[in-house]
């Protein structure tokens, strides 16, 4: 079994400022990791994840996040954040070999003008 | 546009009323889910199908059913409303049920039990 702790339920940060969202896991097995995304009134929708190789993945808008296995942590990072990155984020991780995914209970991310 | 739709957007229900959720994706994907997110605690999985005809029971089952006769839709059914069904559910789908897959999400129905 896994499980997913997400530290911060909210985090408010002045546009412009750098962000990180935390994300520590637990599982006996290796791991994939997620962080999805939900902007106000929508579904989620995959940011970035990792899978196996380089332990920094990066989205399309300046999200990076590093795996770090001795810490097993999956922080999610912006250098400089914008209004429209206000959203909520979810961290997930699935183990391998494992058909379950599992979430964290969310970050709201408030950037403020 | 390709994706899932998700039907009703919202919906209030008296309690022991009977209610379907509807789900359609015309991706193809194998895989399909079914999610409630609440305040505070995240998705939680209620059910899922790795391939048309077969479902499986996720973390909260219990109240819930679901059906796969096709690849493309997976209805999800109340039988007898109560106020803790009160949540936002979401439906998913992946190319198949692997640790690996990206899930792509419906829009969400919001659903009031009273």
């Known amino acids: 079994a896994q499980s997913v702790t997400q530290l911060d339920s909210q985090v408010p940060v002045f546009e412009e400022a750098p962000v990180e969202l935390r994300c520590n896991y637990s599982?006996?097995?290796?791991?994939?990791l997620f962080w999805y995304v939900q902007y106000p009134n929508q579904g989620l929708q995959l940011l970035l994840k990792y899978l196996s190789g380089s332990t920094l993945v990066e989205s399309i808008n300046g999200f990076e996040a590093e795996f770090n296995k001795s810490q097993t942590s999956f922080h999610l990072r912006k250098p400089s954040v914008h209004i429209s990155d206000t959203a909520e984020y979810f961290c997930?991780?699935?183990?391998?070999?494992?058909?379950?995914?599992?979430f964290g209970k969310g970050t709201k991310l408030s950037v403020i003008p | 546009i390709a994706g899932i739709t998700q039907a009703p957007t919202s919906q209030i229900l008296a309690a022991g009323r009977r209610m379907t959720l509807r789900c359609t994706q015309d991706?193809?994907?194998?895989?399909m889910y079914w999610y409630r997110q609440d305040l505070g605690l995240g998705l939680r999985l209620i059910h899922y199908s790795n391939t048309a005809g077969t479902t499986g029971k996720g973390e909260v089952p219990d109240g819930y059913s679901v059906s796969r006769a096709n690849t493309d839709d997976f209805p999800l059914t109340l039988a007898s409303a109560v106020p803790s069904q009160t949540s936002v559910y979401f439906c998913?789908?992946?190319?198949?049920?692997?640790?690996?897959?990206?899930?792509?999400f419906g829009p969400g129905t919001r659903l009031t039990v009273l």
């Open positions: 998913a789908s992946s190319v198949d049920r692997g640790g690996a897959d990206t899930q792509y």
């Open positions: 997930a991780v699935a183990g391998a070999g494992s058909y379950q995914l599992t």
């Open positions: 991706m193809r994907h194998n895989a």
């Open positions: 599982s006996s097995v290796s791991v994939y």
